[in-house]
């Protein structure tokens, strides 16, 4: 039999030494936690250290990520590739063991966490998306898809706004393979949270629809393992564990005060605890015991090769399912995704529709939901006017028993109402992506991403492909004024490393921007979309079907996806010489520069436009290409409806922008007011050529 309060007393142990050597950390919250990773770990959870990436894992998310030392002790003790040493490197550059649990850089870490709140909603994202693969994959007889979405939280996490956002929709959406177990020790960094923190925890998750569990002593391993295994008998609710506990257990003189929140014991309160705990080892010595006793590797072999039988069968029987589902959860594209792309760029490029680019967009969504079939979309109450929702992502829709809603044709809805939720949506999403299996979008205004920023930053961070479709990008939307209308916002995402923005002017570019969004393995992408209509604009017809660009070709279809392209030449317009001036525009604002062209071949001055959709995507290019768009000594002018910081790193002269806040009136009251017009637009570009002459 176990020992578990060694178990226990050896996260408490390892906690304590790595954040006493590191000089900084959070022990209390490993320590307090202890015995409900021991009942969890120990008893319940389904996992191979040795292949970390098994498809049917159960998973865990640590949301109170300060507690860092919690799961590094686990993953160590249980047999992950993460050895003492990596331990007594806690917080060294470049160890896997950061401050903060790092998605991709510590074996068996499901999600980066740290930002209070995100990871619980990461929890939610990731059963969401087992729930949704259940239910199109599994078979009478066969469930490949059959895993449980563990979290641990504490205060913190619940007092984030977004916990109620995520929490809300969990239970909304009956995700009963979600247990969260929350330590609730009443401590933060200014002390007992009782002042500020008066929330009736239990009845808050059972009026959103959850099973809730306790209060229960969290102390002891035995109860808190009986409570996850009632839990996981819910068939139609979410489960919620309170587990009282007290911060830095063990320690006599710092358990229970913030003292053990967020700072080292000290060498003198560490020998006490020793002492305490009955932990009568040197800093990081592990005895064989505690190592036998917590080894997963053993079981966990066990359980993936009793999965392999069952997808075995399952692949037997249904081959085409068990290629698919293996297929998605790679997060590879189908092999005619390619072809799938020039069709659906080339019939834009054909019908040349005026339309606005949110219509654009959808239009595009058409072809790629029709192919993608783990395209799983969604909006924040605005599917109206994020035109999200295309003939083949119905409502996604749960019964009374929490059981997916299917069509006549067997098929569960794939659009998500998230509500106005734009954080939970977010960082929900990255939940998703993180599981596998789908690639996920979300719409809302582009000014309320502020809301979802720090989602969108922990989605870069994390490197996930998740899809943000951004509408009413611009003073373009109108009569809704200053608060609806966005200033700062493109410019301000454009600064989020590894985050991809694409602000396309027609059907053309809307269609590659989606299409280089699903092929980013490695970043996530936002979409910033007008509400008005843009004329398309005429381009050249060539289209590879890789959907790479052809060498040398600076212009045309097939220059879109390179982020900035030549879209227009004096010559197109009459003038035959060389370009003087270069006009840079994005957005809606690209046929205001091919208007400005015109009116300047009128007074004689030779001028190319070039097409800036994704600034983000052209940075990344060679410096020849970018030099062949951008060609030195001519004079460059930038055009767009937001704040001009961002194009001067572009060597401009000028730029016609915006850098104050909008105003409520029609939108074409609004251009002229700040002058976007065709005619101011060519007047900036003829002082700048006048002020270098």
């Known amino acids: 039999m176990a020992n578990t309060q060694q178990m226990a007393s050896a996260i408490r142990a390892l906690a304590m030494d790595a954040v006493q050597?590191?000089?900084?950390?959070?022990?209390?919250?490993?320590?307090?936690?202890?015995?409900?990773?021991?009942?969890?770990?120990g008893e319940h959870l389904r996992h191979n250290p040795k292949n970390p990436h098994w498809l049917n894992r159960d998973r865990f998310v640590l949301s109170n990520g300060h507690g860092s030392m919690l799961i590094y002790a686990l993953l160590h003790l249980t047999g992950y590739d993460l050895?003492?040493?990596?331990?007594?490197?806690?917080r060294v550059l470049h160890s896997k063991t950061a401050g903060h649990p790092e998605v991709g850089v510590t074996p068996g870490v499901e999600t980066t966490t740290g930002p209070l709140g995100q990871g619980i909603t990461n929890a939610v994202g990731m059963a969401l998306a087992e729930k949704l693969l259940a239910s199109e994959f599994n078979r009478e007889g066969h469930n490949v898809v059959d895993h449980h979405t563990y979290a641990f939280m504490g205060d913190g996490c619940l007092m984030e706004g977004i916990s109620h956002e995520a929490c809300s929709l969990a239970g909304a959406w009956k995700l009963n393979k979600l247990i969260a177990l929350y330590d609730d020790n009443g401590i933060s960094i200014d002390g007992q949270v009782a002042p500020?923190?008066?929330?009736?925890?239990?009845?808050?998750?059972?009026?959103?629809?959850?099973?809730?569990?306790?209060?229960?002593?969290?102390?002891?391993?035995?109860?808190?393992?009986?409570?996850?295994?009632s839990a996981k008998l819910s068939t139609d609710k979410p489960t919620l564990i309170v587990c009282k506990t007290s911060i830095g257990k063990g320690s006599p003189n710092r358990a229970d005060t913030a003292k053990a929140h967020g700072e080292p014991l000290g060498a003198e309160e560490i020998a006490l605890t020793r002492a305490a705990i009955g932990w009568n080892h040197a800093p990081f010595e592990m005895p064989k015991e505690v190592y036998a006793d917590w080894n997963a590797a053993t079981r966990g072999k066990a359980q993936e090769a009793e999965w392999k039988a069952t997808f075995a069968a399952y692949k037997a029987a249904h081959p085409a399912l068990a290629k698919e589902l293996l297929r998605r959860m790679a997060g590879e594209l189908p092999k005619n995704f390619a072809q799938t792309v020039v069709d659906t760029v080339i019939g834009a490029h054909t019908k040349a529709e005026t339309v606005a680019s949110r219509k654009a967009s959808q239009l595009a969504l058409e072809s790629f939901t029709a192919a993608l079939?783990?395209?799983?979309?969604?909006?924040?109450?605005?599917?109206?006017?994020?035109?999200?929702?295309?003939?083949?992502?119905?409502?996604?829709?749960?019964?009374?028993?929490?059981?997916v809603v299917k069509n006549d044709a067997g098929q569960g809805g794939r659009h998500i109402n998230?509500?106005?939720?734009?954080?939970?949506?977010?960082?929900?999403?990255?939940?998703?992506?993180?599981?596998?299996g789908f690639i996920p979008y979300g719409g809302t205004f582009l000014t309320f991403s502020?809301?979802?920023?720090?989602?969108?930053?922990?989605?870069?961070?994390m490197k996930q492909r998740v899809v943000h479709v951004f509408t009413h990008d611009s003073i373009g939307l109108g009569e809704d004024g200053p608060t609806h209308q966005s200033i700062e916002h493109a410019a301000s995402l454009r600064l989020i490393p590894n985050l991809d923005v694409w602000r396309p002017a027609d059907t053309a570019e809307t269609a590659v921007a989606w299409a280089v969004a699903l092929q980013n393995t490695s970043r996530p992408t936002a979409l910033l979309l007008?509400?008005?209509?843009?004329?398309?604009?005429?381009?050249?017809?060539?289209?590879?079907?890789?959907?790479?660009?052809?060498a040398g070709d600076i212009s045309g279809l097939d220059a879109i996806n390179k982020g900035a392209y030549v879209l227009a030449e004096p010559s197109e317009v009459g003038i035959k010489k060389k370009a003087q001036a270069v006009i840079l525009a994005t957005g809606s604002e690209v046929q205001l520069a091919m208007k400005a062209q015109a009116l300047l071949a009128e007074r004689k001055i030779a001028v190319r436009v070039v097409s800036v959709p994704s600034t983000t995507t052209f940075d990344r290019q060679s410096v020849a290409y970018k030099a062949a768009v951008l060609p030195a000594g001519v004079p460059r002018i930038a055009v767009e409806m937001g704040s001009t910081d961002g194009w001067w790193k572009y060597g401009v002269s000028a730029v016609v922008g915006i850098d104050t806040y909008g105003e409520s009136a029609p939108a074409p009251v609004l251009f002229k007011h700040f002058g976007f017009t065709p005619e101011n637009v060519a007047d900036t570009v003829q002082a700048a050529l006048q002020k270098q002459a």
């Open 83 to 90: 050895p003492m040493d990596e331990l007594k490197n806690f």
């Open 418 to 436: 998230y509500g106005v939720r734009e954080f939970g949506m977010a960082a929900i999403m990255n939940g998703v992506a993180l599981h596998g």
């Open 21 to 41: 050597q590191a000089n900084s950390g959070h022990p209390g919250a490993p320590m307090g936690m202890a015995d409900m990773a021991v009942a969890l770990w």
């Open 450 to 461: 502020d809301y979802s920023r720090n989602a969108i930053r922990m989605a870069a961070l």
């Open 196 to 229: 500020w923190f008066a929330d009736n925890t239990p009845e808050r998750f059972k009026s959103y629809g959850w099973n809730v569990i306790g209060p229960i002593n969290g102390h002891d391993a035995a109860v808190v393992s009986q409570a996850i295994a």
């Open 530 to 550: 007008s509400r008005q209509n843009l004329p398309y604009l005429p381009k050249g017809e060539a289209v590879h079907s890789n959907a790479t660009l052809a």
């Open 373 to 403: 079939p783990e395209l799983l979309g969604g909006s924040a109450d605005l599917t109206g006017s994020n035109l999200t929702n295309t003939k083949s992502t119905p409502n996604l829709r749960f019964d009374a028993a929490g059981h």
